[in-house]
């Protein structure tokens, strides 16, 4: 099962906000993009809005067919 499309479009951000971000995301060993994503979804459950639990693409080699020996 692969994970969802997600939706893309343009964000335009002060660059002292998008350096903070940036710095934020470089120590959590994230991309900007997915720091931005936690972000917003820490920001939603404070305010009580409930979410679905993102579909995450699974990793690694894919498991070997049965029965080849």
């Not at 099962?1 to 002292?16: G, Q, V, Y």
Request: positive net charge; contains cysteine.
């Amino acid at each position: 099962m692969s994970a969802p499309p997600k939706k893309a479009f343009p964000l335009r951000l002060d660059s002292a906000l998008y350096a903070a971000v940036e710095r934020m995301a470089a120590a959590d060993l994230r991309s900007v993009n997915a720091q931005l994503e936690c972000l917003l979804r820490e920001a939603l459950s404070k305010r009580g809005v409930k979410l679905e639990d993102p579909v995450r693409a699974k990793r690694g080699r894919p498991a070997k067919p049965q029965g080849d020996t």
